[in-house]
């Protein structure tokens, strides 16, 4: 059944999922007038993984959200992105200050606690409440769909629900043929100087992303089967077994990380999918369009989301839209999310699985087609090249 509903209609919104799309969503929503209702799988905000870089697309949404300020407090204002060799030879280099003038926001690295307890603290001022310990089913979309205007699947890359509900569970998140070790880290002095280091052997990577006051967040990576058996521990032996002659900064890292911080990934992907929505429940973020971590685009891409549809709900709500004689029913303007959304992000999957195949060479599907993106979102892009890709769209 397809239901053709008027935009204007629209006031309840229900989302599914407390992450970084999410928490981001309902707080733009709540701003420009709208009722949300969050419903969160967990006890609390996720803030497993390490670290994120907030590159200036994404900055430039936090800043629509009122917490650019917050963010950049917060947070590192990396100056360099560096590559090397295993033997810590200088390979290249992006400078990001360049990228940043280019760009017109700043690049911000943060620790995913902050960012997390940011998006929930802003979300708590406005008013807004997370039902915690919500695990929503594929079965329970249809009841609350009916009870609101719409759903938006916040729910992201490997189990949400809300894509189950879409493809009736015929679309899974990839294996990509390798694993990343994640966690934090606290050094002394300036070791780090304010630089994302990228060392890359054979098969085999190690970032180290420096946020502030010697704090970093760093991901350790190599090709492997995938094997959900084995014991974690045994992944950590690995890690110090394989990156121990490498690089002082890596070996620095081993012998200084936060044992608790430490974390797991075997690295999956979606390939781009050919719809996002049916009737009036969507996804939007990793559950849409997850792309590998080497994109380093993922909650960037999230975060655009989010703006990209409040924007359109609003514009196909005004009173001019309805002047002007614009189509305004919900279908139409999911589909513009759409049309609006798929290339970028696809770029953006591409680019990340480019990427890990060029270092890890054990990648999977390549099958995904796209226009001619940069080919690393590494330091050999030039700053102009990724200011194009990443500020596409977006007003300058
Ligand atoms: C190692 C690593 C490094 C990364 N680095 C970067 C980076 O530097 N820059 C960048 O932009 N991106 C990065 N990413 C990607 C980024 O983390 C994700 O793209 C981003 O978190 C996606 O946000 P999301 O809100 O869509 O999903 P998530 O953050 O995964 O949030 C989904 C939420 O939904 C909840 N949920 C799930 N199922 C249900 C359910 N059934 N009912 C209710 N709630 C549910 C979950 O508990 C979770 O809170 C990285 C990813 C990895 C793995």
């Known amino acids: 059944m397809v239901i053709n509903m008027k935009i204007k209609s629209v006031q309840h919104i229900a989302i599914i999922g407390a992450g970084v799309a999410g928490l981001a969503l309902a707080i733009l929503a709540i701003k420009k007038g709208y009722r949300v209702s969050v419903y969160e799988a967990n006890a609390g905000i996720s803030t497993m993984g390490a670290g994120i870089t907030l590159w200036p697309n994404a900055m430039f949404v936090l800043k629509e959200l009122g917490l650019d300020k917050a963010v950049l407090k917060k947070g590192g204002l990396p100056a360099f992105m560096q590559q090397y060799d295993n033997e810590g030879q200088l390979k290249a280099e992006l400078d990001i200050k360049e990228l940043n003038t280019l760009c017109g926001y700043s690049s911000v690295s943060i620790l995913r606690r902050d960012l997390m307890a940011i998006l929930e603290n802003q979300l708590v001022a406005l008013g807004g409440k997370i039902q915690f310990s919500s695990m929503i089913k594929a079965q329970d979309i249809e009841a609350i769909a009916k009870d609101v205007d719409l759903v938006v699947g916040a729910d992201g890359r490997?189990?949400?629900?809300?894509?189950?509900?879409?493809?009736?569970?015929?679309?899974?998140?990839?294996?990509?043929?390798?694993?990343?070790?994640?966690?934090?880290?606290?050094?002394?002095?300036?070791?780090?100087?304010?630089?994302?280091?990228?060392?890359?052997?054979?098969?085999?990577?190690?970032?180290?992303?420096?946020?502030?006051?010697?704090?970093?967040?760093?991901?350790?990576?190599?090709?492997?089967?995938?094997?959900?058996?084995?014991?974690?521990?045994?992944?950590?032996?690995?890690?110090?077994?394989?990156?121990?002659?490498?690089?002082?900064?890596?070996?620095?890292?081993?012998?200084?990380?936060?044992?608790?911080?430490?974390?797991?990934?075997?690295?999956?992907?979606?390939?781009?999918?050919?719809?996002?929505?049916?009737?009036?429940?969507?996804?939007?973020?990793?559950?849409?369009?997850?792309?590998?971590p080497t994109s380093g685009q993922g909650a960037c891409q999230a975060l655009e989301d989010v703006w990209y549809l409040v924007?359109?709900?609003?514009?196909?709500?005004?009173?001019?839209?309805?002047?002007?004689?614009?189509?305004?029913?919900?279908?139409?303007?999911?589909?513009?999310?759409?049309?609006?959304?798929?290339?970028?992000?696809?770029?953006?999957?591409?680019?990340?699985?480019?990427?890990?195949?060029?270092?890890?060479?054990?990648?999977?599907?390549?099958?995904?087609?796209?226009?001619?993106?940069?080919?690393?979102?590494?330091?050999?892009?030039?700053?102009?090249?990724?200011?194009?890709?990443?500020?596409?769209?977006?007003?300058?």
């Open 158 to 292: 490997m189990r949400s629900v809300v894509r189950e509900y879409l493809f009736d569970d015929a679309v899974s998140p990839r294996y990509q043929g390798f694993v990343n070790i994640i966690g934090t880290a606290q050094l002394e002095g300036n070791a780090l100087a304010n630089v994302i280091q990228d060392y890359r052997g054979d098969a085999a990577r190690f970032g180290i992303v420096s946020v502030k006051g010697g704090h970093c967040y760093w991901a350790a990576a190599w090709t492997t089967q995938l094997d959900k058996e084995r014991p974690v521990t045994s992944w950590y032996e690995e890690m110090h077994e394989r990156f121990k002659a490498w690089p002082e900064r890596v070996k620095a890292i081993l012998n200084h990380y936060e044992p608790a911080s430490l974390n797991r990934i075997l690295v999956h992907d979606l390939a781009p999918l050919p719809y996002w929505h049916k009737d009036n429940v969507i996804i939007v973020g990793d559950a849409a369009h997850a792309p590998l």
């Open 311 to 396: 924007n359109l709900l609003n514009e196909h709500n005004s009173p001019e839209s309805e002047q002007a004689g614009k189509t305004n029913n919900l279908q139409e303007v999911l589909n513009r999310f759409y049309q609006k959304r798929i290339d970028k992000t696809t770029a953006a999957q591409n680019v990340g699985r480019q990427l890990a195949r060029s270092i890890f060479a054990a990648s999977g599907d390549t099958s995904a087609s796209s226009k001619p993106e940069p080919s690393q979102l590494g330091a050999r892009v030039s700053a102009k090249q990724l200011r194009e890709f990443w500020m596409q769209g977006l007003p300058s």
